[in-house]
T-cell receptor
Framework: GNSVTQMEGPVTLSEEAFLTINCTYT??????LFWYVQYPGEGLQLLLK?????DKGSNKGFEATYRKETTSFHLEKGSVQVSDSAVYFC???????????FGQGTELSVKP | DAGITQSPRYKITETGRQVTLMCHQT?????MFWYRQDLGHGLRLIYY???????DKGEVPDGYVVSRSKTENFPLTLESATRSQTSVYFC?????????????FGQGTRLTVV
């Protein structure tokens, strides 16, 4: 079936460190891929997305590239800030209608 | 206010009670969803709706009932609450524009069943 697997957390980094959160997926056809972020006490909000192979989504210094050959959509940021502390969810949509399938989430904690 | 709102934000109920979580969106989005968030499981889809009067089961529908008589509302009812339904519940909506459409989430309802 269709699924998303993320690296386990929590991930703890120092400010200005490089961030990678791994995400791989299993899906039939050609899904769209998303990263959502959840700040403490809040709902999820879209961070970035990519709708076809080799697309790069980017926002707020975060980037992720849709790699069909490795079925991956890893999230990266060159220099994290304390304000980036949150839970990050990788997700895919595998058909029309926006029914999102989520990974288990990765908690990121950035220390000053 | 524009957006998607859930109520209540926090709820404590007893085992066996019926509980209804409310979700309201102001965009007239066609699609609405209910997810539950549990540690180690991420978000799991409970039910979704493609339009008023059209609903379908998600990954974990047992013990839940939904209805959608109006486009803007999508209440979730726990018919007889159990401790395993203690969770954070998120409602979401998206427009009918295809597979790349962004979903917008409410702030969540933290439900505790004692």
């Amino acid at each position: 079936g269709n699924s998303v697997t993320q690296m386990e957390g929590p991930v703890t980094l120092s400010e200005e460190a490089f961030l990678t959160i791994n995400c791989t997926y299993t899906a039939t056809g050609y899904p769209s891929l998303f990263w959502y972020v959840q700040y403490p006490g809040e709902g999820l909000q879209l961070l970035l997305k990519a709708t076809k192979a080799d697309d790069k989504g980017s926002n707020k210094g975060f980037e992720a590239t849709y790699r069909k050959e490795t079925t991956s959509f890893h999230l990266e940021k060159g220099s994290v800030q304390v304000s980036d502390s949150a839970v990050y969810f990788c997700a895919l949509i595998y058909n029309q209608g926006g029914k999102l399938i989520f990974g288990q989430g990765t908690e990121l904690s950035v220390k000053p | 206010d524009a957006g998607i709102t859930q109520s209540p934000r926090y709820k404590i109920t007893e085992t066996g009670r019926q509980v209804t979580l409310m979700c309201h969106q102001t965009w007239s989005h066609s699609y609405m969803f209910w997810y539950r968030q549990d540690l180690g499981h991420g978000l799991r889809l409970i039910y979704y709706s493609a339009a008023a009067d059209i609903t379908d089961k998600g990954e974990v529908p047992d013990g839940y009932v939904v209805s959608r008589s109006k486009t803007e509302n999508f209440p979730l009812t726990l018919e007889s609450a159990t401790r395993s339904q203690t969770s954070v519940y998120f409602c979401a909506s998206s427009s009918k524009q295809g597979a790349s459409t962004e979903a917008f989430f409410g702030q969540g309802t933290r439900l505790t069943v004692v």
